[in-house]
């Protein structure tokens, strides 16, 4: 079974701020995905990052970045330079076997940037 | 490019009443997901249609059914409806060939159950 945690249910940061979410995810498979999705007050949910389980190397696009530890199976992601618009609920993902579509979700992150 | 559509955006019904939700894929997308958000949860995996069938189902009774249409739609009914099926409920579609699979999420249909 997959598992996916968000330990973080609100974090409230002054704009401009950098910002860390935490994920922490559990699987039995040997090859999945990771995403991050961002889920603003109108429900739809925006996708944001994806990371396959076989490229650990960390990225920045943009204001966005993010850390993948398959060792301590973490994906943490990064906001640098918080901005208002980035208010929203913010869920990680795991979706288990190349092909196989169902994403699991955590319970999710609410992010709060004050101006 | 029409993205993903659901109908309709709210939805009022009382206890054992039947309801049905609509979804239209992205264009090009051949595979309909549909999930449920509680309040305050994250979204939780209903079912897949592919080709007309139902290719996966998560942990949901049977009184969630679907279903998908030639035009690659679908339809979430749920019968005999009860409190605790007042949440979102969120359409994605994806492409079952492509290399990602990536799923694009629909605005939604928010159903209260009275």
């Known amino acids: 079974a997959q598992k996916v945690t968000q330990a973080q249910t609100e974090i409230s940061v002054v704009e401009k701020e950098d910002v860390t979410l935490d994920c922490v995810y559990e699987?039995?498979?040997?090859?999945?995905?990771l995403f991050w999705y961002k889920q603003p007050p109108s429900g739809e949910l925006v996708f944001l990052i994806r990371?396959?389980?076989?490229?650990?190397q960390n990225e920045i696009s943009g204001r966005y970045s993010w850390n993948f530890q398959k060792s301590t199976s973490s994906f943490n992601f990064t906001i640098t330079a918080s901005q208002v618009v980035d208010s929203a609920v913010y869920f990680c993902?795991?979706?288990?076997?190349?092909?196989?579509?169902?994403?699991?979700f955590g319970t999710g992150t609410r992010l709060t940037i004050i101006p | 490019d029409a993205g993903v559509t659901q109908s309709p955006t709210h939805l009022i019904k009382t206890r054992g009443q039947q309801v049905t939700l609509r979804c239209s894929p992205k264009?090009?997308?051949?595979?309909v997901s549909w999930y449920q958000q509680a309040l305050g949860q994250g979204p939780q995996f209903i079912f897949q249609?592919?080709?007309?069938?139902?290719?996966q189902r998560g942990n949901f009774p049977d009184r969630f059914s679907g279903h998908q249409f030639p035009n690659y739609s679908s339809e979430l009914n749920v019968n005999a409806l009860l409190l605790g099926d007042s949440a979102l409920y969120l359409c994605?579609?994806?492409?079952?060939?492509?290399?990602?699979?990536?799923?694009?999420f629909g605005p939604g249909t928010r159903l209260t159950v009275l």
């Open positions: 994605a579609s994806s492409l079952l060939a492509a290399q990602d699979n990536e799923q694009f």
């Open positions: 699987t039995r498979d040997t090859t999945y995905y």
């Open positions: 990371r396959n389980s076989f490229d650990e």
């Open positions: 993902a795991l979706r288990a076997n190349f092909g196989n579509e169902k994403l699991t």
């Open positions: 264009s090009g997308h051949d595979t």
């Open positions: 249609y592919y080709e007309e069938e139902e290719r």
